[in-house]
């Protein structure tokens, strides 16, 4: 599998094949690795949410300005960050790790007094900006695993964020949509598949130092 020749056939796909659907384990492969994302301290302070209910998408796609792939693409998966970080995630997050690694919580206490300090010192707005950013790092480790297993995607930020928390129910959960992705597989006549991939010349994007 070469990694460079799966990023240049994928692409934004703009209309997705509504009858072709990932199969369960597709579906399974791709969110595991979603799991797997980079995340600062490994705290993931979001959650994702894959959307399969027609009724729900259709209410989705009108607050997204309209948009197929919304509807048309197998699933839609919705980045929503913790609307209020708090030291609690922290707790949540360490006990997991001592459950996981079978090790004594104090050990991790160092660790905690580090995490809780990054917490504690983010404003509201500032803890927005950082949550959304780790949210980002794990929509691109869904693209690229898309990519890599020959699933189409779409990433979108072209939606009313608000109508997507009261239509899912977020800010009950205390959560806040942040980025959404479309996934499936592309259609036959989305003329975009067949466009050359632009990006910046290497010696214009890249400066060794």
Not at 80 to 105: F, P, Q
Not at 155 to 166: K, L, Q, R, S, T
Not at 196 to 205: A, F, G, Q, T, Y
């Amino acid at each position: 599998m070469d990694i460079l020749n799966k990023l240049e056939w994928r692409y934004a796909v703009k209309k997705f094949n509504p009858a072709k659907k990932l199969s369960e384990a597709q579906l399974d492969k791709l969110i595991a690795a979603t799991r797997l994302s980079a995340s600062a301290y490994g705290l993931q302070p979001y959650k994702i949410l894959v959307i399969e209910n027609p009724a729900v998408r259709e209410q989705l796609r009108a607050a997204s300005y309209n948009q197929p792939q919304i509807t048309d693409a197998s699933q839609l998966v919705v980045f929503a960050r913790y609307a209020h970080l708090s030291e609690s995630h922290v707790d949540d997050y360490t006990n997991n790790i001592a459950a996981t690694r079978n090790i004594a919580h104090s050990e991790l206490d160092g660790f905690a007094g580090v995490m809780k300090g990054t917490v504690n010192q983010l404003s509201e707005e500032g803890a927005a900006v950082w949550t959304s950013k780790q949210a980002y790092l794990a929509l691109g480790t869904l693209l690229t695993a898309a990519a890599v297993e020959g699933i189409d995607a779409c990433p979108m930020e072209g939606f009313d964020a608000a109508a997507y928390d009261e239509i899912l129910g977020l800010k009950e959960k205390g959560l806040a949509a942040v980025v959404i992705a479309a996934i499936g597989f592309r259609a036959e006549e989305d003329v975009f598949q067949h466009a050359k991939k632009v990006r910046k010349p290497m010696d214009e994007l890249i400066e060794m130092i």
